[in-house]
Structure formats: structure tokens, C-alpha cells
């Protein structure tokens, strides 16, 4: 019941099943890029790591120390991890603006044939 118009004054068109078929694999060929995520991962992994290996090492370095004060370390840790979880975010907002934009064109272009 696919074919059958429900309101008698509608255009009644054919959709040939491997056409539509055809026009679905288009569409998720198009939207199917990964690489900027990727690249954004890898990018807050480099980010987040030295954060990471900062906060450790100032902690066992303050531990050991007899100053008992705001180790270095853990000063430079704060503003790494921070820049790091914005850079992300931010990123991960603008690969999903631009995957819905690119949907959309795609779904257009598809429409228009």
C-alpha cells in the first residue's frame, strides 16, 4: 500500500524500489566522514594526557615535599585539562553542525532527481 494515494487530489508517483534504494546509499555515503572526529580525539587525548601525567606528578611531588603549598604541577594540570574539555566540546559541536548541514544537502540534492 505504499503506492496508493490517501488524498485523491494528490500526484500519484511511482518510486522504483532500487532508485530509492540507490538515493538512501547516496545520502549515507555522503554523511559517513569520520575523520575530523577522529582527528579532534587524538588532538584532546594529547590535550588531556600531559594534564593527567601533571596533576600525578605534582601530587607525589607536594607528598614528598616539605612545602606544603599549591605544587606548579597541579597549577598547569587545572588549565590544561580545561582547555582541553572546551577545545572538545567545542569540536564536537561543530562536527555535528556541520554533519547536519551536510545531511541536509545530501537529502536536497537526492529530493531534486
Do not use: W
Not at 63 to 73: A, T, Y
Amino acid at each position: 500500500m505504499i503506492g496508493v494515494p490517501v488524498n485523491p487530489n494528490s500526484v500519484y508517483i511511482p518510486i522504483v524500489q532500487n532508485d530509492f534504494r540507490q538515493s538512501i546509499n547516496n545520502i549515507n555515503h555522503r554523511i559517513s566522514s569520520n575523520k575530523i572526529l577522529i582527528i579532534l580525539a587524538i588532538a584532546y587525548g594529547l590535550i588531556i594526557a600531559p594534564g593527567i601525567v601533571f596533576f600525578i606528578v605534582g601530587g607525589i611531588t607536594n607528598i614528598n615535599s616539605d612545602r606544603h603549598g599549591f605544587p606548579i604541577l597541579v597549577g598547569i594540570a587545572i588549565p590544561l585539562t580545561i582547555i582541553g574539555s572546551i577545545v572538545f566540546g567545542s569540536g564536537c559541536c561543530l562536527i555535528q553542525t556541520r554533519c547536519v548541514a551536510r545531511l541536509r544537502q545530501a537529502i536536497a540534492e537526492e529530493s531534486i532527481k
